[in-house]
């Protein structure tokens, strides 16, 4: 079972950065005649608290013998990306806020996404491996000088930069505002833009839809659920302050097909009347390790499980067009006490996360859009919490693939700034990967040994014999 669970580390850098070029890139054709209005409506769950950031990605490119040139990379992406925001035009637009806070898309003069030309003097292969996220990729996203965090309000809502390594490789850093997609419709967004590069003409399959009025709250609204997800808790445990009062540590961990296989099994104890998932069994024993590694107290105390579930397929009335790009996510929450966690099964735990994510259906999500129109949430609820989320159904390694080659890789690049997030990551490598996933958390120092045995079940092991 060792071998099924294996630490990957990542070495500490200072990447030397030097921008050459900022470029402003604007739709080929003019947009007015698809947006008459100059603005959008973005619906509840495209304005929650927690979507309105930007999700930063990497694509790293090895040298290839592909007829594009290094040289020539910035101008092939700038040209088509051009094309593609004609389709995917609410890219090239900027946020403000109206009524009540809500946010809406607008269109201006001196606009577009950003594209940012820049090289450094080192070599990939300097890097050391790219196969987990490294905070020291910081500097391939490009931020603007005195950047406040968390800022979307007026900002370009795509930004992209490439920079240039000696070796004659390269990466793609990119700055996707949330407000405008999740991570499906990221992927839709790519595929679009490497397929584009791929022929020399626009490609769009599926044809985008904005589509967001099919989200607009009921008149009026109704709050079916507690929603919890949204609630304050009284931070009355020793959770928030061991992982916020010391500089928590990123540690990650390759998790083979077969342990996922072996957890799902151990979380089903064979019983018809709850089919377990991979994702069920490997969110509930990640949650009980963390919980037990940080030795969190009191054991009376309400912990917290929060994850995104795709609602598309769960959407009737009426169904979402294919090409919608949208956030169609809903926020499940499972609560337990910490002595529940600790002491009770994998089974059990594993049933509580089953329900709450098959409990998230058509009218849980438009009780969320109701929620959020009368209450607003206007900060992240920490308290006793753990975020999980699942980028393993994406497809962003054969979506980054603009000619050149898959990815070295591609994801994420950092997981410090909030350290009560845990990441579930495809493995890079294509078929070699053989089901694996990349398992992403932050701990503080003390607590990561005795994660890693729990993670590993060689405690549980010991304490049964």
């Given at each position: 079972m060792d071998s099924w669970i294996e630490e990957l580390h990542f070495p500490h850098l200072d990447i030397p950065i030097t921008i050459d070029n900022i470029y402003s890139v604007y739709p080929i054709c003019p947009i007015a005649e698809s947006n008459p209005s100059n603005t959008l409506y973005l619906s509840n769950l495209d304005d929650m608290i927690g979507v309105r950031v930007f999700t930063p990605t990497v694509y790293f490119y090895g040298p290839t013998g592909s007829k594009?040139?290094?040289?020539?990379?910035?101008?092939?992406?700038?040209?088509?990306?051009?094309?593609?925001?004609?389709?995917?035009?609410?890219?090239?637009?900027?946020?403000?806020?109206?009524?009540?806070?809500?946010?809406?898309?607008?269109?201006?003069?001196?606009?577009?996404?950003?594209?940012?030309?820049?090289?450094?003097?080192?070599?990939?292969?300097d890097l050391g491996g790219l196969t987990v996220p490294n905070p020291g990729w910081i500097k391939l996203i490009y931020r603007f000088p005195d950047e406040e965090q968390y800022k979307v309000i007026d900002m370009p809502l795509l930004i992209a930069q490439v920079t240039k390594f000696t070796c004659g490789g390269f990466c793609l850093g990119l700055r996707i505002c949330h407000c405008l997609c999740d991570g499906l419709g990221a992927m839709q967004f790519m595929k679009?833009?490497?397929?584009?590069?791929?022929?020399?003409?626009?490609?769009?399959?599926?044809?985008?839809?904005?589509?967001?009025?099919?989200?607009?709250?009921?008149?009026?609204?109704?709050?079916?659920?507690?929603?919890?997800e949204f609630k304050k808790l009284d931070d009355g445990s020793s959770l928030t302050r061991s992982l916020w009062e010391v500089k928590p540590v990123q540690k990650c961990y390759r998790i083979s097909h077969e342990y996922q296989a072996h957890l799902k099994r151990s979380a089903q104890l064979s019983r018809a009347d709850f089919a377990c998932s991979t994702f069920d069994a490997m969110a509930a024993h990640v949650w009980k390790s963390w919980v037990k590694a940080l030795d969190v107290t009191p054991l009376d105390?309400?912990?917290?499980?929060?994850f995104s579930v795709n609602t598309r397929h769960k959407i009737k009335n009426p169904p979402l067009k294919d090409g919608f790009y949208g956030n169609a996510l809903s926020v499940a929450c499972a609560t337990s006490t910490v002595e529940r966690l600790i002491n009770g099964s994998l089974n059990e735990t594993a049933q509580l996360v089953n329900s709450v994510r098959l409990g998230i259906s058509e009218r849980y999500v438009r009780s969320t859009i109701d929620y959020v129109e009368l209450n607003r949430p206007k900060r992240l609820e920490f308290g006793g919490k753990l975020t999980i989320t699942q980028w393993t159904r994406f497809c962003i390694y054969e979506s980054g693939d603009f000619g050149w080659g898959r990815p070295v890789y591609a994801g994420p690049i950092d997981l410090t700034p909030t350290p009560q997030v845990c990441l579930f990551l495809p493995e890079g490598g294509g078929s070699e990967a053989g089901g694996a996933m990349v398992l992403c958390i932050c701990l503080p120092e003390y607590a990561c040994y005795r994660f890693k045995e729990l993670l590993s079940l060689k405690l549980e092991k010991e304490q049964t014999e």
């Open positions: 594009y040139h290094q040289e020539s990379v910035i101008q092939v992406l700038r040209d088509s990306l051009s094309r593609v925001l004609v389709p995917y035009y609410p890219f090239s637009g900027r946020l403000r806020e109206t009524v009540n806070g809500k946010l809406e898309v607008f269109f201006g003069p001196d606009q577009g996404a950003l594209l940012v030309e820049a090289h450094s003097a080192v070599a990939l292969e679009a833009w490497t397929e584009t590069v791929k022929t020399g003409s626009l490609v769009v399959n599926p044809t985008p839809t904005w589509g967001r009025e099919t989200f607009r709250p009921r008149n009026p609204p109704v709050i079916e659920f507690p929603h919890t105390y309400e912990l917290r499980l929060t």
